[in-house]
């Protein structure tokens, strides 16, 4: 089985993002970049897959710009054998992006795709839904747990209400949560090895497709704060405060 | 301009999450219809057609809809797009499920988890983890939406007596089938309605230690919820989490207790009128967004608070 995972280049999540000074987006100017964390959990849910004998190949797929190669060297450097990147400086709506899978696919022809759930920079939560939607095939959002059983897979969902199962058919997207797997990190002789692996560079516009953004960004802004809140000395104290200040209990 | 709200129900009922979808799309202006789609669902029509505001009930009731299937629902709501300038659903795993999906079949961006509505093309959506609101405009001819629901008040449930019709779900891909759900039984509130959240963290120490909670959470009436943390090192199962990748939340009081309050949580619950924070580390990230701040030590707090109740 052939799988193809995607990853994107995000902001690290352990950094707070800062509004740009000309309200158009966040300043990611020197900031720290990192792979997705559910991406994450998408490549080490392939890597397992490959331990276990039932990929044989996997391929990792960024859209995005030229840094992104260094989030597909980590990819390849935890173990995907090949990897592609589909270059472009603009930022791609999830519409556009899962076009851009679609073409990959339709040349790449994989049995399986696993995505993240969700981007943490734009918290969209739609590209794996809308690829799914694109190639007319099964989707099965937010797993966390996959079982393949031959032509179908048996997969646990995270849902408000608790945890659903559902069995699609494969092929099928995946799109993943936090608790599908730990992810690994790698080592530093795969780190090496990574620089040596397959890495695909292809331009955006040599793909012929319709990614124009359907939305504009009028303005970015920092939420309100929260105004200071105090110390307690004691519990008594605390509930006395919930009790006649916030009126709360 | 007329908004189609995809109701979620379950067991006849209407989730809450639904009257504050429609909040957003009396926002929006124009006609409301409402979709009910699933297997069996005509109490749950009934319910809708009494919600204040709201035109017409359309209802979908399938075998082929049962456990609303991402393929299905989104077939179905693509084959009555047309009748609509919006169509909206509640950013809770049922919308985030089929709306991108359906959105892509319609060959519509989708604008995710609104925050506020604008102008009836104009929406504000929090980004990075709430760290940010993105305002957006967009050019799509029909404009699929999901709501966070915290950001909008709950739609009365009565006074309405729309006309209920009945419409054709469409063909069963059967691409995927639903097996089950497995629900964590409470008789406590539910997490994402409850007017008080008392949560636990990784300073909770272990699973055994949170009918200690439970017990503050009963005698406030209270849902009880958990971090990240919590969850994954097992303490309780995945639909305590409160965070960017769990519910969002925005309770009355919401009392965090031994949750050091990482990004990714407050994202979760930072629009909670009060916030409390009980946790031993006086550095802890949660102090700097809660209203009122105890340093102790949670297993000597807790049952304190309990007594004090």
């Known amino acids: 089985m052939k799988v193809l995972v995607g990853v994107k280049r995000v902001l690290d999540p352990q950094v707070k993002a800062r509004v740009n000074a000309d309200r158009t987006g966040i300043d990611l100017t020197n900031a720290k970049m990192t792979m997705n964390p559910f991406c994450e959990n998408a490549v080490e849910e392939a890597i397992r897959l490959k331990e276990a004998g039932t990929a044989e190949e996997i391929i990792a797929l960024s859209v995005g710009p030229a840094k992104a190669e260094e989030t597909l060297r980590n990819a390849l450097a935890l173990g995907a054998d090949r990897a592609i990147l589909v270059h472009t400086e603009e930022t791609l709506e999830p519409l556009a992006i899962a076009k851009v899978f679609k073409a990959i696919v339709e040349a790449e022809q994989p049995d399986l795709i696993l995505v993240g759930k969700q981007a943490i920079d734009d918290d969209c939560n739609q590209t794996g839904q809308m690829l799914s939607a694109l190639l007319d ?18 997969v646990t969902r995270e849902v408000d209400g608790g945890l659903e199962t ?68 004691s519990v008594a104290e605390l509930v006395s405060k919930l009790k006649h200040e916030a009126k709360v209990i | 301009m007329t908004v189609l709200v995809i109701a979620e129900h379950e067991n006849g009922a209407l989730v809450g999450s639904t009257l504050h979808t429609i909040t957003a799309a009396q926002q929006v202006g124009g ?109 799509d001819s029909i404009k699929l939406i999901t709501v966070r629901t915290t950001k909008f008040d709950a739609a009365s449930a009565n006074g309405g007596s729309a006309a209920v019709e009945a419409v054709t779900a469409a063909a069963d891909t059967d691409k995927s089938r639903y097996v089950g759900l497995s629900a964590s039984e409470s008789d406590r509130v539910e997490l994402a309605s409850a ?24 005698k406030l009436g209270a849902a009880v919820g958990a971090s990240r943390a919590a969850v994954d090192a097992g303490f309780v199962p995945n639909d305590y989490q409160v965070g ?66």
């Open chain 1, 137 to 154: 095939w099964p989707q099965a959002t937010f797993a966390s747990k996959l079982e393949l059983n031959g032509d179908t897979a048996k």
């Open chain 2, 31 to 139: 006609d409301i219809d409402v979709l009910i789609a699933g297997q069996d669902c005509a109490a749950a029509a009934q319910a809708a057609a009494s919600i204040a505001g709201v035109s017409r009930i359309r209802v979908a009731d399938d075998a082929s809809l049962a456990g609303q299937l991402a393929e299905n629902m989104a077939d179905l709501v693509v084959s009555l797009a047309a009748d609509y300038s919006h169509v909206m659903a509640p950013a809770t795993t049922f919308g985030k499920n089929f709306m991108p999906r359906a959105a892509a079949l319609l060959d519509v961006s989708q604008i995710s988890e609104i925050s506020a509505v604008i102008a009836a093309d104009t929406f504000e959506r929090p980004i990075y983890a709430g760290n940010a609101l993105a305002k957006v405009q967009s050019a």
């Open chain 2, 195 to 218: 007017s008080v959240v008392v949560s636990g963290g990784r300073g909770m120490q272990s699973g055994e230690n949170f009918p200690m909670l439970e017990r503050v959470a009963d």
């Open chain 2, 244 to 309: 960017q990748t769990g519910k969002v939340i925005a309770p009355d009081l919401y009392i965090a207790v031994g949750i050091s309050g990482a990004i990714q949580h407050l994202a979760g619950m930072k629009d909670s009128k009060v916030i409390v924070a009980i946790n031993k580390d006086s550095e802890a990230p949660i102090f700097q967004v809660a209203d009122y701040g105890l340093v102790a030590d949670l297993f000597d707090a807790i049952p304190e608070l309990e007594n004090e109740l």
């Open chain 1, 166 to 233: 559902i069995d699609v058919n494969l092929p099928a997207v995946v799109t993943v949560d936090l608790r599908l797997n730990e992810p690994r990190y790698a080592s530093l002789p795969n780190v090496m090895k990574a620089k040596r692996k397959p890495l695909d560079k292809k331009d955006l516009a040599d793909l012929g497709l319709d990614t124009a953004n359907r939305m504009t960004t009028l303005e970015v802004t920092e939420p309100p704060a929260r105004a200071a809140g105090v110390l307690v000395e």
